[in-house]
């Protein structure tokens, strides 16, 4: 766990992790909650569940705050019709009831209330960061750096 805690505050620290991150949380009855932190309010949202059949998408921040959902077997969408929002913050976005287990969220549009794109990343969970660690290794050495394909720079 400390290892896992180190990587994440140095992320965090050198700026790699972007304010505005969508990630997901098994519900361990083959629903998974898409949780996500949110430096705006969000007006709409469009994303991919990767490696899954998408059955249904309800629940979370999107219900409470009237979105409209909907989704096809690969996509989840919602929208507000009367121009609501979900309030800047971090919550469970919306609760997806997948065939599968997913390997991710891809294809990742979010917008404000005015329909400007926000910047989102996937953020994988801390256990996707699980390694091995050898008591003879000092230190390690990055010389590129990708999340979901993307270069990272410092």
Not at 11 to 38: K, M, P, Q, R, Y
Not at 92 to 118: A, C, H, R, W
């Amino acid at each position: 766990m400390k290892n896992i805690m180190t990587v994440t505050l140095l992320l965090l620290s050198i700026g790699i992790i972007s304010a505005n991150t969508l990630s997901l949380e098994s519900n361990n009855d083959g629903t998974w909650n898409v949780n996500f932190t949110s430096d705006a309010d969000i007006g709409g949202f469009q994303f991919d569940v990767d490696d899954v059949t998408v059955n249904s998408a309800t629940g979370g921040e999107a219900a409470a705050n009237g979105f409209f959902m909907s989704n096809s077997p690969t996509t989840v969408l919602g929208f507000s019709l009367s121009g609501s929002t979900i309030p800047a913050g971090s919550g469970t976005l919306v609760v997806v009831n997948v065939t599968g287990t997913p390997s991710g969220s891809s294809g990742i549009v979010m917008s404000d209330v005015y329909g400007n794109e926000l910047d989102f990343i996937y953020l994988p969970s801390p256990t996707e960061f699980a390694f091995n660690q050898s008591m003879q290794q000092a230190a390690y050495f990055f010389e590129e750096v990708t999340i979901n394909g993307i270069p990272v720079s410092p």
